[in-house]
């Protein structure tokens, strides 16, 4: 993680003075855990979760949000400023600040995807299979979400069908019982996913 973290801290900005690196990979594969303490490494980098960007309603489709209260004022050297959607109550919370930074993380499924790849100064995949992330997520979120789990299950394997980001990445990680292995991604590299047709 400390490697990790000096390489990403060398990189050039991104987005404005911004070096904004992505955490992709399906749900449950551990993103938000991962970007959590990539952030402490990284000296208390800010992470944006894009589940405060996705609503029930547009579960992928918040690619316009993102780039008008996030990635503009961010690329102009401002505070950008969004609006939090709380998954229990349905609703936009008050705006949040999130000042320009030296390294910002964005984790989330679609952290990677086409439209975002122009502003990112590096693509982390999380290397887990869908199936295997899937099963993890369900777990966690209790037998009340699996109604949300089965749309959600036909939504992800549609995005990454017509938009991959692990194609793109610049390092697969993958959790092991220590920790996490940071590794270069390989040119042409096969996915795991193949048989279940993630992406």
Not at 148 to 164: I, K, L, M, Q, T
Not at 171 to 195: H, I, K, N, T, W
Request: proline share 11%; hydrophobic share 40%; net charge neutral.
């Amino acid at each position: 993680m400390h490697d990790l973290a000096s390489r990403l801290h060398a990189l050039p900005p991104s987005c404005g003075p911004v070096r904004l690196v992505g955490v992709d990979g399906h749900a449950g594969s551990g993103k938000s855990t991962f970007a959590g303490r990539l952030a402490v490494e990284l000296g208390g980098a800010p992470v944006l979760h894009l589940d405060d960007i996705a609503t029930h309603e547009q579960l992928f489709d918040w690619t316009g949000r993102l780039l008008a209260q996030v990635l503009e004022p961010l690329g102009r050297g401002e505070t950008a400023y969004y609006t939090p959607y709380d998954w229990r109550t349905r609703r936009f919370g008050p705006p949040s600040a999130l000042p320009p930074a030296p390294v910002l993380l964005v984790e989330g499924v679609g952290a990677g995807r086409r439209a975002l790849r122009p502003y990112l100064a590096g693509l982390l995949w999380m290397e887990l299979p869908c199936e295997a992330s899937w099963a993890r997520g369900r777990l966690r979120d209790g037998p009340e979400q699996s109604t949300f789990w089965a749309g959600w299950v036909r939504a992800e394997r549609a995005h990454f069908r017509g938009d991959p980001s692990r194609p793109y990445a610049d390092f697969l990680v993958r959790q092991s019982p220590l920790g996490y292995e940071v590794l270069p991604m390989p040119p042409a590299s096969p996915g795991p996913d193949q048989a279940c047709r993630c992406e």
